[in-house]
């Protein structure tokens, strides 16, 4: 019996986190290493998913995308911590 998959799988992504979706994919990408992934005008594409996946690759494609968000967002106040400690 062959395998069945997905020919490209969407997964939707809110505009205001669209931002951060070029940078999620290289955590996803190291995360699923036999999966495609492409940024989309609306999300995220996978190419050659199985269908039972799906719903546990969204939310890992979602979590993904949160933790981009709050790194970009803390990046400046880590900096500024770090020179603040090691500052002479």
């Known amino acids: ?3 069945r998959f ?3 799988a969407a997964i939707e992504i809110p505009q ?3 931002c951060f979706v070029e940078g999620a994919l290289i955590r996803l990408q190291v995360q699923y290493p036999s ?3 492409s940024a989309s005008s ?3 594409e996978v ?3 199985p269908p039972d996946r799906l719903d546990d690759l969204r939310k890992n494609v979602l979590h993904a995308i949160y933790r981009e968000k709050i790194y970009s967002e803390t990046l400046p106040l880590r900096h500024a911590l770090i020179g603040a ?3 002479r």
């Open 35 to 37: 999966l495609r992934f």
């Open 6 to 8: 997905l020919g490209q």
């Open 85 to 87: 400690v090691t500052a």
């Open 16 to 18: 205001d986190f669209q």
């Open 47 to 49: 190419e050659e998913l």
């Open 42 to 44: 609306h999300g995220v």
């Open 1 to 3: 019996m062959a395998a």
